[in-house]
Structures are given as C-alpha cells and as structure tokens.
C-alpha cells in the first residue's frame, strides 16, 4: 500500500476515533446529570408497576448493592437513550460524504423517522404495555403469595421491554430499505406474509418477558408496522426502486 493511499485511510480513522469521542462524552455528561436524580427516574419507571402492586405489596431490594447501582445503571441507559439523535447524527456526518445527493435526499428524512419511531416505541411500550403487563403479572399469581417484585428485576424487564419496542418501530423503515436497496422486491416480501408473520411472533417471543401477553402485546404491532412499511415503500419508492419493483418476474 502506497503512502498516498494510507492517508485518506488514516485520516478516516481519526474522524471515526474523534466522532466515538463525542459520542462517548455526551453521554457520559448527560448521566451526570443524571445521576442526581437517578433515584426519581427509577421510581418514574416502576410507576405503572406500583400502581398496580397488590394491597400491602411493595418493591423490594434483596442485594446490597441494588438500591445504588438499579437507579445508577438506568440513568445511564437513559442518557444513551436521550443521546440517540446526537449519536445518529454523528454516524450521519461519518458516511454522508460518501453517499450520493440522490442518497442523501432520502437518506435524511429515515433518519429522523428511525428517531422518531425509535422514541414513539418507548412511549408506546411505557404508556400502554407496562400497565397492561405488571397489572397482568400482579394478579395472575395464586392466592395467599405476597407479591413482592425486586428493582433489579423490574429494571431488566422495564429496559428490555423499551429495547424491544423501540427495535420493533423500526420495521417499517427497515422493510422500506431492503424494498428500495433492490435486496428483495415488494411482491417477494408480500408472498413470503405468511413466514413473515410466524417470524415476528417467534422475535417477540425471544425479546419479552417469557408470559403470553407481552409476546402477544409486541408481535401484533410488529405486524401492523411491517404492513405499514410495504404501503410505505410502495407509495414512496425512488424511481430506480420503484422500477425495480415494477418489472415482472421471470
């Protein structure tokens, strides 16, 4: 390898190293301030549990630690999850000078709605499964059992519960990708429906807390945002895609 071919090389690598950086110091300052309030943002996420906890039920901490480090650890993934814009926007400025102004025109409004459909699945997952889910698991034990949940468990639920969610609103900017990167067509993708359906319930199982509800809960939305991501990739499909997806099969 030439000299003048490790520079372009180096100098990317630099970039890349001085973007991690950023990345890496925004959220490290956001979970300091943070951190001040770690105690609060814990008892914000277990309120739709509390609400729903039994007569005389509370939560409970049975390792020493876990009173200091539950609240500590989702003030951190709660800044990650509050840098995710900066984050995005940091990998943007990464790869967009080595895409092509057709690229960039679409590429920008799917980052904006991958970050929007990112924060709507927490929502969606905080407002209306939470409720749905610990009101479900609060009451289905028998009776005689004091329900007592642990902060460390209920955080693991909580957090991979908002992970799931927030993936699966991602289909239909996913779906709308592979259709327009010609990877698969959009007749391929509504043929193979039926796998696809059986595929989303299995993710669903793998990603949520192993009871019935929260899989039923996720896999029926997943569905919806795949068919959504089929209308979407049809209506606003870039013409090259568009002809792709037009042209009969042989």
Request: charged share 10%; aromatic share 14%; glycine share 4%.
């Amino acid at each position: 390898m030439s000299q003048d071919s490790e520079q372009p090389l180096i100098a990317h690598l630099l970039e890349l190293r001085n973007r991690l950086l950023r990345i890496v110091l925004v959220i490290v300052c956001l979970f300091i301030g943070l951190a001040f309030i770690a105690n609060e943002l814990y008892l914000l996420l277990a309120k739709p549990l509390i609400e729903q906890l039994p007569y005389g039920s509370s939560l409970i901490a049975t390792d020493v630690t876990s009173p200091l480090f539950a609240p500590f650890k989702l003030a951190f993934v709660t800044a990650f999850f509050i840098a995710m814009p900066y984050v995005l926007h940091q990998i943007w400025m990464f790869i967009s000078p080595g895409l092509y102004q057709s690229e960039k025109r679409f590429a920008i409004p799917l980052l904006l709605s991958s970050i929007f459909l990112f924060y709507a699945g927490i929502a969606f997952a905080y407002f209306l499964i939470f409720p749905i889910i610990f009101g479900f698991l609060s009451s289905i034990g028998p009776e005689g059992i004091n329900y007592l949940p642990e902060i460390n468990s209920v955080l693991s639920i909580a957090l991979k519960l908002f992970f799931a969610f927030g993936l699966a609103f991602e289909i239909p900017i996913a779906t709308m990708l592979l259709i327009w990167s010609g990877m698969v067509s959009h007749q391929s993708l509504s043929d193979k429906r039926p796998y696809i359906v059986v595929g989303v319930f299995i993710f669903a199982m793998l990603l949520t807390p192993p009871d019935v509800i929260s899989q039923v809960l996720l896999g029926i939305p997943m569905w919806i945002l795949f068919e959504l991501g089929l209308i979407f990739a049809k209506l606003y499909a870039p013409k090259a895609a568009q002809k792709n997806t037009d042209e009969p099969k042989e």
